[in-house]
């Protein structure tokens, strides 16, 4: 089993959509969770970090589970430029180094 | 944010041959990483890159094969030794930690294709 796990994906959705996004990983030690953006072609990006009481940025809303080991984003009035693969990261705490990559989940937001 | 940049952005080499890749960042930081991206895959640690000692390395990946230095807080290196076409790839240097906390970040990537 992978340490995190996401939405195989692709995801292909209609401008305004609302389209959300599961990742679950594996050890229960983790502290820090996140969900990046890569672009084609460019580095991840971080697009937000997850806490425990869910954290709203505009259009994007994550959640935690700690419980079930759960993360997720969803992603509200899709726009063309959502169009990316979104990454789901896990780590085991402030200065604890090393993330671990989830496969990433690609949505493509079409007009 | 970090800044950070990498050279070359992209070779072509012949298989057989060695490449060093470098990675600048614009502060000392804690804790600098190299990664590896497949294509159409997600990233891959290859190794903590130790500032004065040795590197760690993730599991598959050997010190003969990825060679890296880390002479000072603000850069690092990583070697692809005696390349073949299966190390085609991109090579990101990621960043954590003091003083930039816990996001990571990540440089532009350096595109290789081993011919």
């Known amino acids: 089993r992978k340490e995190v796990e996401q939405d195989p994906g692709p995801f292909n959705v209609p401008e305004g959509a609302t389209v959300a996004f599961n990742c679950t990983y594996s050890?229960?030690?983790?502290?820090?969770f996140f969900w990046y953006r890569q672009d084609c072609r460019k580095e991840p990006k971080l697009l937000m970090s997850?806490?425990?009481s869910g954290n709203e940025d505009g259009r994007f809303t994550a959640q935690l589970n700690r419980a079930s080991q759960y993360i997720s984003l969803l992603i509200r009035d899709s726009k063309l430029s959502d169009s990316a693969t979104y990454l789901c990261?896990?780590?085991?705490?402030?200065?604890?180094?090393?993330?671990?990559f989830g496969d990433g989940t690609t949505l493509t937001v079409k007009p | 944010s970090a800044v950070i940049s990498q050279k070359p952005s992209r070779d072509i080499c012949q298989r057989g041959t060695s490449l060093t890749i470098q990675c600048q960042v614009d502060?000392?930081?804690?804790?600098m990483f190299w990664y590896r991206q497949q294509p159409g895959q997600s990233l891959t640690l290859i190794a903590t890159?130790?500032?004065?000692?040795?590197?760690?390395?993730e599991s598959g990946f050997v010190i003969d094969k990825f060679p890296i230095s880390r002479p000072n807080l603000t850069f690092s290196t990583l070697t692809v030794s005696n390349m073949s076409p299966e190390d085609s790839s991109i090579y990101l240097c990621?960043?954590?930690?003091?003083?930039?906390?816990?996001?990571?970040?990540f440089g532009p990537g350096t595109r290789l294709l081993v011919l």
């Open positions: 502060s000392q930081v804690t804790m």
């Open positions: 997850v806490y425990s």
């Open positions: 990621s960043v954590v930690g003091h003083p930039y906390g816990e996001t990571q970040y």
């Open positions: 890159a130790n500032q004065g000692s040795e590197a760690t390395y």
């Open positions: 990261v896990v780590n085991l705490g402030t200065n604890a180094g090393k993330s671990t």
């Open positions: 050890n229960s030690a983790s502290q820090s």
